[in-house]
């Protein structure tokens, strides 16, 4: 089941650069979601059954294969943009950092002083490449949505590195985490609404002017 | 049945009760719709708790047992213990007394039907001051003062900006929260450190503490620091002309005739904590309150503002107590019994001699406003004539405040005088008697600074169209006034009793001391004093009657002030109150820096010209906003950080994530 698994990080590995490469925001909405779906089917692999994990599984699912994409296609809709044009990198130069990243954490992850139980396997350096990805979009992008986009890559990287204290994690603190993304969702959600009726645009370097001098 | 009522009798419950409810008083006024009965309710409420809180804080001072309660309040703190010794129940006396006096003035000086803006703000802070301050003095877990303390220095804060729409009172409040959180600061290290030196946030007993470690000398400084800038010993007071200034008056009645007095509270009570304290910490006490006490009236003299002028009196007020405190350390220290005795009992009497008349000043300068409509002195003239029962009240408390025999700052001073000159013959701290002549010199300048602000503002003819129609002030605003000067009179009539309140807290404060010296001797100096006052007092009263009886006889005309029968007088003529101390003012110029544009007169005949003074606040003009215009000018760089650049931002956490991945290899 351990190799499946790892199989199902390399998948996630892929969408990370087509988050990164796509221009096109409700494509990179979808991988995001596929991504998603993929770390909710993640812990079913790798953990013994129990109804717990039924429960957190669906939870995770339910909110990050369908009520985020749905919320940010909406958002998506109503602004009216359908591409991240003019990034502050191009994608090119961010696959490429993505790729340089990827293969730092693997390095990285290497020098960790794990368990060894874990230390055969793909869980950590897929969380830290995961996690930088997340910070690329971050950084490099200029629209609101797409730093949302960022937000819930890079949230994804912590998830994976969660999976490896799922059996401890109590189930408050997994629906804390979840609702932890929701709630951030929301809230980004929000900011976008304030800010295309305030510049009437989503360019969040517009956010200078509000600097207070 | 029996011990419930013993219970609801405890006077220390009663005593915690009435601070509660005076800080809930405002509460109701919030919710009501219609402006006035709030304040109303407040009002009375106010002077119903202070008078059921006054009695019991009597008993609690004379009492020979401490109530302690124990608050179950689940903080990792240590057990939260309340308790009234007598030198907290001295403290409450004050709070009681200055709380429902300002509530009832405040009824005729900011009614809620002319503020409904502020009024309710208002009254809500100034119930939550007052209750924060009598709950601070029983506080006797550091986390918890301190938790006390803050709320005491933020209700402050939102009473001072009552009127925020003026960029003067903005101010004002910005360097007051700066001064005040520069203390708290220091009173976080000196909370810390008595932790650190007892194990427990519970405020150590008194003379359980060893003042030799260099540990002490920590906690001395912070002490210093924090608690005197709260009471606005000299370098520490830059917030305090400007707050006491700016606030409505009943506000700074509150704030200079209690608020300073917890500053001084924590270090009376700081120091209780030690057993045989160094001659430095007497040293530094006493020469810190001098100084204040010399530059606080100095600054006061200069002033042309007149509630300013009476916050520099604070200063100088406040100096007086510390020095008396000091000279009282340094007894305790050189193992004189006599000085500590004389010491601590001068400036305790004076603590609460300074609660009675500062209020009524603050007071009267409020009423003063109501009738003259501006704080300016050079603007006022002949009030007098409008308002003769607040003037004639005016009068008594700046006699009290300048230390003049009838009244009741004389006799704190005595026993000031009394304690230096009881050194001359002494074989050590023979210089204490140096201090005399500079107390003396104190008073003289208190003398110009008041002359100046009666004259100024009551006698003479209207200087500007505003101080021309002046009207006598109310009953609910002359009331309070009226009490304090009762008060006043009666501590100058009555000294001997006047120690006999303050012998328990002194008791508390030094029981060694006060097992040695026989209070009766001072009591029958005093008791001479009082015959002497008396005397005074009827001559005044007779000369007085015998005055009106004459004028009473034959016929009044009344012209203006220095009329002389001329025609054609006009109130410019006039010496103003910054020509009437010019003089004083040009010795003290190295510190004062008055600033004088004078006219340019040329030619035979001049055409006309103005002239204007200012008065500087050296220390914040000259040495701490130049320091702090150097912090943001050298600190600019790390504005450029904060640019706006969401993405960038990122970059920074990225960047951090990234150092620190790299250092863990």
Not at chain 1, 108 to 130: D, I, R, W
Request: proline fraction near 5%.
């Amino acid at each position: 089941m351990i190799t499946l698994a790892d199989q199902f990080l390399v998948l996630v590995l892929l969408i990370n650069f087509v988050a990164l490469g796509t221009s096109r925001l409700i494509f990179s909405i979808r991988a995001v979601a596929a991504q998603g779906v993929i770390l909710g089917i993640l812990p079913a692999l790798i953990h013994p059954f129990s109804w717990h994990l039924v429960g957190i599984i669906l939870m995770i699912l339910v909110t990050k294969g369908f009520v985020i994409p749905l919320l940010l296609n909406r958002a998506v809709r109503s602004a009216e943009i359908k591409r991240e044009v003019e990034p502050f990198l191009g994608y090119v130069p961010t696959l490429l950092m993505g790729a340089v990243f990827t293969a730092l954490s693997f390095a990285f992850a290497g020098k960790l002083p794990l368990l060894p139980e874990h230390q055969n396997y793909m869980f950590v350096p897929a969380s830290m490449a995961t996690l930088m990805t997340g910070f690329l979009v971050l950084t490099t992008r200029r629209k609101a949505i797409s730093q949302v986009i960022g937000y819930l890559v890079l949230e994804n990287g912590i998830f994976i590195f969660g999976l490896l204290l799922a059996e401890a994690l109590p189930v408050m603190v997994e629906a804390g985490a979840l609702l932890d993304l929701l709630v951030g969702t929301f809230v980004m959600g929000i900011v976008i609404n304030h800010i295309s009726r305030e510049f009437s645009s989503l360019d969040t370097s517009r956010l200078t002017s509000l600097k207070e001098e | 049945m029996f011990s419930v009522l013993q219970g609801v009798c405890d006077p220390a419950v009663v005593a915690l009760v009435a601070a509660l409810v005076i800080g809930c008083a405002g509460i109701p006024g919030l919710f009501l719709r219609s402006p006035g009965p709030g304040q109303m309710f407040a009002t009375c409420t106010t002077i119903l708790a202070s008078l059921a809180g006054l009695p019991a804080a009597l008993i609690l001072l004379f009492s020979p047992v401490t109530t302690t309660f124990i608050l179950d309040w689940g903080l990792p703190f240590g057990p939260c213990e309340l308790a009234i010794d007598p030198l907290s129940a001295f403290f409450l006396l004050p709070i009681f007394i200055v709380a429902a006096a300002g509530s009832l003035f405040a009824l005729g000086y900011w009614p809620a039907k002319e503020h409904r803006a502020t009024e309710r703000g208002l009254t809500f802070f100034y119930g939550i001051l007052a209750a924060s301050m009598a709950i601070l003095v029983t506080a006797r877990n550091g986390a918890f003062f301190l938790m006390v303390w803050e709320i005491m220095a933020l209700s402050a804060y939102f009473l001072l900006v009552t009127e925020h729409e003026r960029e003067d009172v903005r101010r004002a409040g910005t360097v007051y929260l700066i001064a005040t959180h520069t203390g708290s600061a220091a009173l976080y290290v000196l909370f810390s450190l008595l932790a650190a030196q007892s194990g427990s946030f519970l405020l150590p007993a008194a003379g359980s503490l060893s003042a030799l470690p260099p540990l002490a000398m920590m906690i001395a400084m912070a002490t210093f620091i924090g608690f005197g800038a709260k009471a606005g010993i000299m370098p520490l007071h830059i917030w305090l002309p400007s707050a006491h200034a700016n606030a409505p008056s009943h506000v700074s009645a509150m704030m200079s005739g209690v608020m300073l007095k917890m500053g001084l509270y924590g270090i009376f009570r700081t120091l209780t904590f030690f057993h045989d304290p160094p001659l430095i910490w007497g040293m530094v006490l006493t020469v810190a309150g001098i100084s204040s006490a010399l530059l606080g009236i100095a600054f006061a003299v200069a002033q042309r503002d007149m509630k300013r002028l009476l916050a520099c009196s604070s200063i100088e007020n406040i100096g007086i107590i510390t020095t008396g405190l000091g000279v009282a350390m340094l007894g305790i220290s050189s193992h004189n019994a006599p000085l500590a005795y004389l010491g601590m009992a001068g400036s305790l009497l004076h603590i609460l001699n300074h609660s009675f008349f500062k209020p009524l000043l603050f007071l009267g300068s409020g009423a003063i406003i109501h009738a003259a409509g501006t704080r300016e002195m050079n603007l006022m003239g002949g009030l007098a004539k409008g308002m003769p029962r607040s003037a004639l009240l005016f009068l008594i408390g700046s006699v009290a405040i300048c230390g003049i025999p009838p009244l009741n700052g004389f006799v704190s001073e005595f026993l000031l005088y009394f304690g230096f000159f009881s050194q001359i013959q002494a074989s050590s701290l023979v210089y204490l008697v140096l201090l005399a002549p500079l107390l003396a010199l104190v008073g003289g300048l208190a003398v110009v600074a008041f002359t100046k602000l009666y004259s100024s503002v009551f006698l003479g003819t209207p200087r500007s169209p505003g101080a021309a129609h002046p009207h006598e002030a109310g009953f609910a605003m002359l009331c309070p006034m009226g009490l304090f000067t009762l008060l006043c009179l009666l501590v100058g009539l009555l000294p001997q009793q006047a120690l006999r309140l303050v012998a328990p807290a002194l008791q508390s404060f030094m029981p060694q001391v006060a097992a040695v010296v026989n209070p009766a001797e001072y009591a029958f100096v005093l008791g001479r004093i009082s015959l002497m006052v008396l005397t005074l007092v009827l001559i005044v009263v007779a000369v007085t009657l015998l005055w009106w009886w004459r004028v009473g006889r034959s016929r009044v005309t009344s012209a203006p002030t220095w009329g002389c029968g001329y025609q054609r007088g006009t109130a410019r003529m006039q010496y103003v109150g910054t020509s009437f101390s010019e003089l004083a003012v040009s010795v003290f110029n190295g510190i004062i820096r008055q600033r004088v544009k004078r006219p340019v007169l040329s030619g035979l005949f001049p055409g006309s010209s103005h002239c204007a003074d200012k008065p500087s606040e050296t220390l914040l003009e000259r040495i701490i906003a130049p320091l702090f215009s150097l912090a943001g000018v050298s600190f600019a760089f790390l504005r450029r950080l904060q640019h706006g650049q969401m993405h960038v931002y990122m970059i920074y956490i990225f960047a951090t994530l990234f150092i620190l991945m790299l250092w863990a290899h």
